[in-house]
């Protein structure tokens, strides 16, 4: 049976060959600081999403309307409508909210008195407080360490994480110890999160699978960024990399499900993919971005394939759930 982590692949050496070339050396190894934090920060201050798989358009949409039962209605607006319209004077607590897209959804509502979030790059948390500013938002935005704050006990009817939970260690212990706390009776946590392979380390059937995708793609829809290379193979990103780069990645990830099921009430949870387009589209995402005919039938294509994979194995790499503190606890 084939090992399913990898201390170092090919696909390391692809990864760091095209970051020089779009950033440039000095830049990348800037990101190799000695402390864990200071690497984090480090990543997430130069971090640019010009060609992940969650960019496009299309499937935007298609994870909107696995929510919300309509492609042009976010999680957000779903979460506002269904569980708070009839509510004012609430508190949301957004942890890991990168330049404050989420948590701004939420603010325009009107129904919140105070909305903070929390990042550890001092960077994003800059641009998130000017973005408000700028549209008379009263958010307030803290950069640091969420462990190290203190934060009193019942004083939020919302938590959000939104792709960030998967970065904690020992999720049950974090949840358990320092998120339950903070709720208020009644309060509801939102998740939409990764939950796949630790490290993303994906399993062989992900990586074959892709793969076969792959070289059905045509070429220009397989180009990078620099315009010239073509990606030509999906790889399990190495451990070593992992913990380098960015030692927060993921290193508790497929416990994420059970331990928010563990420490809450489900209110609802829906799978939402990822096994196979995450790992497809990295690298060449940003050639999806048209509304043209072909784009969009390919996408579909894609789109399908990845729900017959996912029927196949019986889970999903990301999910998307609305949580209560129940009175009981």
Known sequence: MENET????VGDFLDV????????????????????????????????????FWIIPA???????LISGNPEVSYESYVIQKYLHNKTNLSLLSIGCGEGRHERKFA?????????????????IERATQTA???????????GDFHQMIVEKESFDVILFDSSLHHFNDINGFLKKEIFPLLKTEGIL????????????????????????????????????????????????????MLLVDPSEAPDSAHLKKAL???????????????????????IAHNFLNNDEET???????????????????????????????RLE
């Not at 990898?6 to 692949?9: A, D, K, M, N, T």
């Open 6 to 9: 990898s201390l170092v692949s």
């Open 17 to 52: 060959y095209y970051k020089v070339k779009q950033k440039g050396f000095l830049q990348l190894a800037s990101l190799f600081n000695l402390t864990k934090n200071k690497r984090v920060s480090a990543k997430w201050n130069q971090y640019q999403s010009s060609s992940d």
């Open 59 to 65: 499937l935007q949409q298609y994870w909107n309307n």
């Open 108 to 124: 325009v509502s009107g129904l919140f008195s105070k909305v903070i979030g929390v990042d550890i790059s001092n960077e994003r």
């Open 133 to 143: 500013l700028e549209n008379n938002l009263n958010i307030e935005y803290v950069a």
């Open 190 to 241: 939102v998740a939409n999160e990764f939950c796949g392979p630790n490290r993303l380390q994906w399993k062989k059937e992900q990586l074959d699978f892709a793969n076969e995708l792959l070289k059905e793609l045509p070429k220009k829809y397989k180009t990078r960024i620099d315009g010239k290379s073509v990606k030509r193979k999906v790889y399990r990103p190495g451990l070593i990399r």
């Open 261 to 283: 099921q563990a420490n809450f009430k489900v209110l609802e949870e829906k799978n939402m993919g990822w096994n196979i387009l995450h790992i497809l589209l990295k690298g």
């Open 296 to 326: 969009n039938q390919l996408l579909a294509y894609l789109i399908k394939k990845e729900e017959e994979f996912i029927e196949r194995v019986g889970d999903a790499d990301s999910i998307f759930g609305v949580y209560k503190k129940s």
